[in-house]
């Protein structure tokens, strides 16, 4: 009679190991699937995040920043755009443009101000401003900006040096040139402030464009602003006297 009793307990506990590794597997399973997205366990889906890294739609960057040094060869690795039939530099300055509140002359001024101010913070000396300089970026930007280009060699293959003119090399014994533009959005235009603090962020922002704008050698530079059809040009020549 005992035997039968261990019998019959030994059959109900391994009965009972039984269900419960069987349950463990189930169990296993269904987790191991839910981790696949094999089984929609009601939980909440995580959201996939992915890096995306937008440019700003205000600024776009020119690759290239320029010094010609006296005695050198002026050519430039950009390729030369092309120009629209029957279109020609500017010969003028094209003077103060303006949109609503704005006019260039203040964007221009707010310009060299920040410049001046992120030398001085480095110890660097500060920029003159030089009206003639000045005239000569202005007439790039116009040129850009109604030609619609965006290069240091304007269609006809003149570089910042060409441009200079007799500036070059008699007075400048080497010249510098930053770019950069504005695409009006919906936005508008903002103040000449603003204006001037994102065309100067995005030289900073640049490695290139940086380095040439905190470059100890030069002296003086010109700030031409454009304004027109919703774009905003601004050419930064630098020169170096010494």
Request: contains cysteine.
């Amino acid at each position: 009679m005992i035997r039968t009793f261990l019998g019959t307990l030994w059959r109900a506990i391994t009965t009972v190991l039984g269900a419960a590794l069987l349950v463990g597997v189930l169990l296993s399973l269904l987790w191991t699937a839910s981790l696949m997205g094999l089984v929609d366990t009601g939980g909440v889906d995580s959201p996939v995040v992915e890096d995306v890294v937008e440019p700003p739609q205000w600024f776009i960057d020119s690759p290239l920043v320029w010094e010609v040094p006296a005695g050198e060869e002026t050519g430039g690795p950009q390729e030369t755009p092309e120009a629209p039939p029957g279109s020609s530099p500017p010969e003028d300055d094209p003077g103060t443009t303006s949109t609503g509140d704005v006019t260039s002359d203040e964007v221009e001024a707010e310009i060299h101000v920040k410049v001046n101010e992120i030398r001085a913070e480095r110890g660097l000396n500060e920029l003159e401003h030089d009206d003639e300089i000045a005239s000569v970026a202005r007439m790039h930007s116009q040129d850009m900006n109604e030609r619609d280009y965006f290069s240091h060699t304007n269609p006809e293959g003149e570089t910042p040096a060409d441009r200079f003119g007799e500036l070059y090399p008699s007075e400048c014994r080497a010249v510098g040139e930053n770019l950069a533009y504005i695409q009006v959005g919906a936005g508008g235009y903002g103040s000449a402030e603003e204006i001037a603090e994102r065309i100067v962020q995005g030289w900073m922002d640049s490695e290139g464009h940086r380095e040439n704008l905190l470059r100890e050698n030069w002296d003086s530079e010109g700030i031409g602003v454009y304004i027109d059809d919703g774009r905003i040009d601004a050419t930064q020549n630098f020169c170096t006297t010494t």
